[in-house]
């Protein structure tokens, strides 16, 4: 089934999630031609306008100002450009380790495997919060490191999965014969094993994307994420916490923007899965 005609049967859960994704993909790359105002612009008092206020000055301060007096509607399109690009090329990161790594300890196996399994085993041993405050802590939350040490815990659940999946495969037919052939274990990890879990490791991504874009707001949130001024859903949602006690909602678009991706993102998984394990069924 080709791409359009799998969107014209889509079902309307899929269709809310891919219009929810494309909405932040779009904020994501045209956020300076989208945003009334500039990332940190200041454009009036704290907590002015939104909706919500009789006194509001109309759509460019639609959901009102922040704490600073910048433009909330403008920081959020900012926050998803910021946001989701951190938590893709984390994600992306996270992926290409723990899939290398993964796919080596089930070609390899002996000796390669049980080491590679034992240095995961005493990563994931540690709280994986805990682990993230210890290492920014020390070493500080600049970019870098927030994507290193974010990407090297969720490198160890890929680096499982990559390796269960590729240890299926290893062990058919195929692949013995690729190997009495004199192939080399690189040419059958990306020959013959990687095609065959392509699939289970894209479901996976999208997952692991949610997962790090959420542990990236909640750094943010206890001041250890995406540092100030740069716009980011986690920080906005710590800055104005405190507008809640006079009624005033700001803090709660950034946090439903956080929510509304992540149901889109995952709407969007459930049917890609559910077309898989269709076209599996049909076989």
Do not use: K
Not at 102 to 122: I, K, M, N, S, Y
Not at 167 to 182: I, N, T
């Amino acid at each position: 089934m080709t791409g359009i005609a799998a969107l014209r049967t889509a079902p309307l859960s899929a269709r809310i999630g891919l219009a929810v994704v494309a909405l932040y993909l779009f904020c994501l790359l045209f956020a300076p031609l989208v945003a009334p105002y500039g990332e940190t612009e200041i454009v009036g008092g704290p907590w002015a306008g939104g909706f919500w206020d009789p006194a509001a000055e109309g759509p460019a301060t639609l959901l009102g100002t922040d704490h600073l007096g910048r433009d909330v509607l403008s920081r959020l399109i900012y926050g998803a450009r910021n946001s989701i690009t951190l938590a893709l090329l984390t994600t992306a990161l996270s992926f290409v380790t723990g899939t290398t790594l993964g796919l080596v300890a089930a070609v390899r196996g002996g000796l390669v495997d049980q080491t590679l399994g034992r240095l995961v085993d005493l990563v994931m041993a540690f709280p994986t919060l805990i682990f993230a405050l210890l290492v920014l802590a020390v070493a500080g939350p600049t970019l870098p490191v927030l994507i290193g040490v974010i990407a090297l815990l969720d490198a160890t659940r890929v680096f499982r999965i990559a390796r269960a999946a590729a240890m299926d495969v290893a062990a058919q037919d195929f692949v013995e014969v690729a190997r009495l052939r004199g192939e080399g274990s690189g040419w059958i990890m990306r020959r013959e094993i990687l095609p065959n879990i392509v699939v289970p490791l894209a479901a996976e991504f999208g997952l692991r994307f949610c997962f790090v874009f959420l542990f990236i707001a909640t750094l943010s949130f206890i001041g250890l994420g995406i540092q100030p001024p740069t716009a980011d859903w986690g920080s906005m949602v710590r800055e104005n916490a405190a507008a809640i006690s006079f009624g005033i909602l700001m803090p709660l678009f950034p946090a439903g923007a956080i929510a509304l991706l992540t149901i889109g993102i995952n709407l969007v998984i459930d049917w890609a899965a559910a077309g898989h394990h269709g076209v599996s069924d049909e076989r």
